[in-house]
């Protein structure tokens, strides 16, 4: 028996498109490679975990405070107000929403993509079956490319799939700090996120430091070559007083900071998740996003499957778009200003006293908006943007 839908790739971009697509009534399958677990600080939005019915259990810790570090070793705290950001476990995560989308009806394989044969007429997808270490063939009116960011779907299937801009990044899962007592750390606290801007950690980006309950999350990401990922992140661990901390386990991955241009081949394929650029530029939140981009990719699927029209296929990316479009401009905007130099993040976190800025930024966090309500605290920020991109004014340290 074929398939309606055969997904590639079992993150939560993925597994979400598998479920939405299950829970229609279609025949679905997952494909995954089992044991790989991408690299991630694991933050989730409350907005999230409410669209997508994330139960508390996964839910490792509640952050209700952020810390801002800039290269001079300066540091803004900024509290969470009427909400949290969660953290999550990706092994656990991921895991728990493949099993969901089994357990509404899609079939879960455990294999690597190879490639899309259409040679008898119809689409079949290639794969290697891990169990056996045998090519198969899955009969398919669809392929959903969620693969990450160096998708090889995209790469084979769809125009400009094979040039997406990514970050390197690089983090590792370390045994939680002792919080009293004999070794306490005192400049981590298990409810606060802290996040790093200096260019000795990384040049061009962050690094973290997210705790995850009994774990912590520690790394960084850089788009430059020739940066060594596991010395930066070992120079943050001493920075952060972590460096006598077990060490559970370590994992790298390209990170993507731009939406592709298209997300369908114009015949059987479109992409979600990563494979699709979905990535938040300035933050590399990526976890909502690729749900969001997994949810489109099954409505665009749903369309394409019910009307055999070709162009279905284009509302992935229209729908996504449409609503995170200009998030992920201002974003962007937002990286290229303040990203370049040590200067430039002395200032960025120097902004981050204003208190406007952190509720603006931390309402449009946590419900993935852009607050439009308050005009004039709007105004102010621009005209303060302004004045430290300009170095009309200097950093301000309370």
């Not at 929403?97 to 490639?115: E, I, N, S």
């Not at 259409?118 to 689409?123: F, L, P, V």
């Not at 959903?144 to 769809?158: F, K, M, P």
């Not at 993935?368 to 005009?375: C, D, G, I, M």
Request: proline share 5%.
């Amino acid at each position: 028996m074929g398939y309606d839908a055969f997904i590639v790739g079992g993150g939560p971009s993925g597994a979400t498109a598998a479920e939405d697509l299950a829970r229609a009534g279609l025949r679905v399958a997952l494909l995954d490679r089992a044991g790989r677990i991408k690299p991630c600080g694991g933050a989730v939005p409350p907005r999230m975990i409410k669209d997508f019915a994330i139960p508390d259990h996964l839910i490792v810790a509640k952050i209700r405070s952020a810390r801002m570090i800039s290269p001079k070793g300066r540091s803004v705290d900024i509290p969470i107000e009427g909400g949290y950001v969660g953290m999550v476990d990706r092994e656990d995560f991921d895991e728990y929403l493949r099993d969901r989308a089994a357990m509404h009806g899609a079939d879960r394989l455990t294999g690597t993509f190879l490639r899309i044969d259409r040679s008898a007429g119809k689409t079949e997808v290639i794969w290697r079956d891990k169990d056996t270490g045998q090519e198969r063939r899955s009969e398919t009116r669809l392929v959903v490319g969620a693969d990450g960011a160096r998708s090889n779907v995209a790469r084979a299937e769809v125009p400009g799939g094979d040039t997406i801009p990514y970050v390197i990044a690089y983090h590792e899962i370390i045994d939680a700090p002792a919080l009293d007592g004999d070794g306490a750390n005192p400049s981590y606290d298990p409810d606060r996120c802290d996040v790093i801007y200096d260019g000795r950690i990384s040049p061009d980006f962050y690094g973290w430091v997210f705790p995850h309950g009994s774990k912590v999350s520690v790394g960084m990401g850089t788009e430059v070559d020739g940066v060594d990922l596991k010395q930066a992140t070992a120079d943050l661990r001493a920075m952060s007083g972590l460096t006598g901390c077990a060490t559970i386990r370590r994992e790298g991955a390209p990170i993507p900071l731009k939406p592709l241009d298209r997300w369908d081949n114009g015949r059987d394929v479109v992409l979600a998740g990563d494979a699709a650029g979905v990535v938040a530029p300035s933050s590399g939140e990526g976890i909502f996003y690729a749900m969001a981009g997994g949810r489109a990719a099954a409505t665009a699927a749903q369309a394409f499957l019910r009307t055999a029209r070709v162009s279905d296929l284009k509302l992935a990316r229209k729908l996504f778009m449409a609503e995170h479009g200009t998030v992920f401009r201002v974003l962007r905007t937002m990286q290229d200003a303040y990203y370049k130099n040590d200067d430039r993040r002395e200032r960025f976190v120097s902004l981050c006293h204003d208190i406007d800025v952190q509720k603006l930024t931390f309402d449009a966090y946590m419900n993935k908006r852009l607050v439009s309500a308050r005009p004039l605290a709007h105004l102010k920020i621009g005209l303060k943007n302004l004045a430290h991109l300009t170095g009309l004014v200097r950093p301000e340290w309370t």
